[in-house]
């Protein structure tokens, strides 16, 4: 197995974003991707966005699209959520 690479996040003119130290890919749509990095959860919002490159063993992912928004949050906070969405659906 490769080794993975350190976190680390580049966009480019809100087009692309070539994210690495990425553990898993939670989701993804064309409005939002969401990840699980090594530094926490991060979320992308934009509009026709679309994963072009996704490689799970290096930790590397590339998004195209209008990148809208970047945001961290703690894995636990995610689990959480999550959690909560879940318990609420089977109630």
Do not use: W
């Amino acid at each position: 197995m490769a080794a993975r690479s350190l976190h680390k996040l580049i966009v480019n003119q809100r087009k692309t974003a070539q994210i690495t130290g990425v553990k898993d890919v939670i989701s993804f749509d064309m409005n939002e991707v969401l990840l699980e990095t090594d530094m926490g959860m991060l979320q992308i919002k934009g509009k026709d966005l679309h994963v072009n490159r996704l490689n799970v063993e290096r930790g590397e992912v590339d998004v195209e699209g209008i990148v809208d928004s970047l945001a961290y949050s703690e894995v636990s906070d995610f689990a959480k959520k999550g959690e909560s969405l879940v318990k609420r659906l089977f109630r």
